[in-house]
């Protein structure tokens, strides 16, 4: 899907949408949609769940040996995984050993494989392709911590998962993922875009 035809249907979405009910899955996607033209008086708010019976900690508290950062999800540019190789990239530079792993598959793969290589840090950063649904929930539970660095989510539901398997998020200071990251509790928001503060927020969650 191009740029040009998301805006477009967009811009279809608002209009059709202006005046008739709605349902967010989250109180800052409510408001991202008002400012896009829609009555937040029409607009009912109801979250996400997850199963918390097949999201749990692991059973012996296993991590891998190494610290390990993880993204699960879409290989799309807009994900903002790019964010997260910069990150690995300035941790390495500064002497702090983290893996970033890259679960998911999509068209952004073989640019961030380049970026990762240009920056020198091929070897921190495991692309695992697409993920069955008992290697995520592996994942989730041995990962030291899950990041999701996207401008603009509807909601965090992988914060969510990961949360429940005792893993803490770094997630983007966005609409959606603000409501979904109890920061300072459960993880810690970063402004978007902001690789220096990303890496710091890595590097004291390590700690």
Request: charged residues 25%; hydrophobic residues 40%; neutral net charge.
């Given at each position: 899907?191009?740029?040009?035809?998301?805006?477009?249907?967009?811009?279809?979405?608002?209009?059709?949408?202006?005046?008739?009910?709605?349902?967010?899955?989250?109180a800052?996607?409510?408001?991202?949609?008002?400012r896009?033209?829609?009555?937040?008086?029409?607009?009912?708010?109801i979250?996400?769940?997850?199963?918390?019976?097949?999201?749990?900690?692991?059973?012996e508290?296993?991590?891998?040996?190494?610290?390990?950062?993880?993204?699960?999800?879409?290989?799309?540019?807009?994900?903002?995984?790019?964010?997260?190789?910069?990150?690995?990239?300035?941790?390495?530079?500064?002497?702090?050993?983290?893996?970033?792993?890259?679960?998911?598959?999509?068209?952004?793969?073989?640019?961030?494989?380049?970026?990762?290589?240009?920056?020198?840090?091929?070897?921190?950063?495991?692309?695992?392709?697409?993920?069955?649904?008992?290697?995520?929930?592996?994942?989730?539970?041995?990962?030291?911590?899950?990041?999701?660095?996207?401008?603009?989510?509807?909601?965090?539901?992988?914060?969510?998962?990961?949360s429940?398997?005792?893993?803490?998020?770094?997630?983007?200071?966005?609409?959606?993922?603000?409501?979904?990251?109890?920061?300072?509790?459960?993880?810690?928001?970063?402004?978007?875009?902001?690789?220096?503060?990303?890496?710091?927020?890595?590097?004291?969650?390590?700690?």
């Amino acid at each position: 899907m191009t740029t040009s035809f998301r805006r477009r249907a967009r811009f279809f979405l608002t209009a059709c949408s202006r005046t008739a009910p709605t349902i967010a899955v989250s109180a800052s996607t409510r408001e991202d949609l008002g400012r896009r033209g829609l009555d937040t008086n029409r607009i009912e708010v109801i979250p996400n769940g997850i199963d918390l019976e097949h999201y749990t900690p692991h059973p012996e508290g296993l991590r891998t040996p190494e610290p390990s950062l993880l993204f699960l999800g879409r290989l799309k540019k807009y994900k903002g995984v790019e964010l997260l190789v910069r990150a690995v990239a300035v941790l390495a530079s500064e002497g702090v050993q983290v893996t970033l792993r890259v679960g998911g598959s999509g068209n952004d793969r073989a640019r961030l494989e380049k970026i990762a290589l240009d920056l020198g840090v091929k070897d921190r950063v495991h692309f695992l392709g697409f993920v069955k649904e008992e290697e995520k929930l592996e994942l989730f539970r041995t990962s030291w911590l899950h990041a999701l660095t996207s401008p603009n989510e509807g909601w965090g539901i992988s914060i969510m998962e990961a949360s429940a398997c005792g893993t803490p998020s770094i997630a983007s200071d966005a609409p959606g993922l603000r409501e979904s990251v109890v920061d300072g509790e459960t993880g810690l928001l970063v402004p978007h875009g902001d690789v220096r503060t990303l890496a710091n927020s890595i590097a004291s969650l390590l700690e």
